[in-house]
Nanobody
Framework: QVQLVESGGGSVQAGGSLRLSCAVS????????MGWFRQAPGKERERVTVIDSNGIPSYADSVLARFIISQDNAKNTLYLQMNSLKPEDTAMYYC??????????????WGQGTQVTVSS
């Protein structure tokens, strides 16, 4: 069974930083996409950033230059480094995984989410 478990969320002041982690197990596709999504109350789910098995990242304009996605293949862990956090970044953050066939459009596996709250 594929399992994704997020951690690292919390409450921070505006301008602060957090690093989210996503531990992945049971996922063996050699070509894959992994990403971070977020959803705030009353708003639609938003794709934050995605990275594929070639290590090529893509970012939403709202987080470009502030957030960095990375992965440690040896530890089967996906990371999201969030810098210069803003109150509008407040949301539940989810990691997700799916096949790269040939684009990162299908995310079949999801974590339980971790809350990020940014206060001003």
């Amino acid at each position: 069974q594929v399992q994704l478990v997020e951690s690292g969320g919390g409450s921070v002041q505006a301008g602060g930083s957090l690093r989210l982690s996503c531990a992945v197990s049971g996922f063996s596709d050699s070509r894959y996409c992994m990403g971070w999504f977020r959803q705030a109350p009353g708003k639609e789910r938003e794709r934050v950033t995605v990275i594929d098995s070639n290590g090529i990242p893509s970012y939403a304009d709202s987080v470009l230059a502030r957030f960095i996605i990375s992965q440690d293949n040896a530890k089967n862990t996906l990371y999201l480094q969030m810098n210069s956090l803003k109150p509008e970044d407040t949301a539940m953050y989810y990691c997700a995984a799916g096949p790269f066939r040939p684009f990162c459009t299908d995310y079949n596996y999801w974590g339980q989410g971790t809350q990020v709250t940014v206060s001003s």
